[in-house]
């Protein structure tokens, strides 16, 4: 099953592209609000499935919102693609990396996003999106927790991030529309192996990061047993499950996303982003008097 969010309303997806939206076919049993379908998603899940066949709304793509815009918590890894450590210059990490990217960076599949700094970073990833509260949760219980899947890009502002004598993670990829997700949730039965999708995005049609989910150091089963082990993990909240290798802070010389540019990001059997980039107001361009004023 496929779930989006169009314009504010729960819409089931058909492989066809139209929507079946929630609230009306339910006659009301259920929310337009996909938020509210995650604190009942067993429920939900059943009642959606198969149901996909009575849809004929069409779906404009341009109108979708991100499927999850106001998850409790997101948690999201960092090296945890081994190429993509040793791109960064970190060893193989032995224990999990976790920061946040506040909720209020979540944007929709089709967003244009300002630009805080030219030095902004391009992080395709799968996004583990969670159904039933998860708390000590066993490996193997893992993927019964999870309501989906669905493509995220972590934004990441390499300035903000390593400014200071210790890296902010975490600020570095809030920046307002820093999370772009989408274009909906996809159960796990969709696709044929959910540990093992071909991952990968494309900058101004130039593919910069293609790998597979397989990958992964930690993998999801793994994540969702870690994190919870310490915190419960709440329906709707977020995981996003680190980058491959491809970034553009790794590449000789270092690239970054400017003012135009279009960043398109997939994950098999999911969907696509793709999403547009502006100079913000506080953009201004690199210039080599200004790098040195930096060192
Ligand atoms: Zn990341």
Redesign the pocket.
């Known amino acids: 099953m496929k779930l989006a969010n169009l314009l504010g309303r729960a819409v089931v997806i058909s492989g066809e592209g139209v929507g079946l939206d929630v609230e009306r076919a339910s006659a009301g049993r259920f929310s337009s609000d996909v938020m509210e379908l995650f604190e009942r998603w067993p429920e939900f899940a059943e009642w959606a499935s198969g149901r996909e066949s009575q849809a004929d709304e069409p779906i404009d793509l341009n109108a979708l919102w991100a499927p999850v815009p106001r998850p409790r918590q997101v948690f ?3 090296l945890n693609y081994g190429d993509h450590a040793e791109e960064a210059g970190h060893k193989r990490p032995s224990d999990l990396c976790v920061f946040t990217k506040f909720p209020t960076a979540i944007t929709g599949p089709r967003a244009t996003v300002s630009l805080p700094s030219p030095a902004v970073d391009w ?1 395709v ?1 799968l996004v583990v999106v969670i159904g039933r509260i998860a708390w000590e949760v066993a490996y193997e219980a893992a993927w019964s927790h999870v309501a989906g899947i669905t493509v995220g890009q ?1 934004l ?1 502002d390499r300035k903000l991030q390593l400014a200071g004598a210790r890296p902010q993670f975490s600020l570095g ?1 809030s920046h307002r529309g820093f999370a772009p997700l989408g274009p909906w949730l996809v159960t796990v039965d969709e696709v044929p192996d959910p540990e093992d999708l071909e991952l990968g995005c494309e900058l101004d049609g130039e593919v910069v990061q293609r790998a597979r989910t397989s990958e992964m150091i930690w993998s999801v089963g793994d994540i969702i047993a870690e994190l919870s082990r310490i915190c419960p993990l709440l329906p709707g909240d977020l995981i ?1 499950t ?2 491959p290798a491809g970034v553009g802070m790794a590449r000789q010389p270092a690239r970054f996303i400017g003012p135009g540019a279009v960043l398109r990001s997939w994950v098999e059997g999911v969907g696509e982003l793709e999403n547009r980039f502006v100079a913000g107001p506080r953009y201004h361009p690199a210039t080599a008097s200004e790098e040195e004023k930096d060192k």
């Open positions: 999201a890894l960092a992080e990833e972590d990441s990829k996003f680190g980058t």
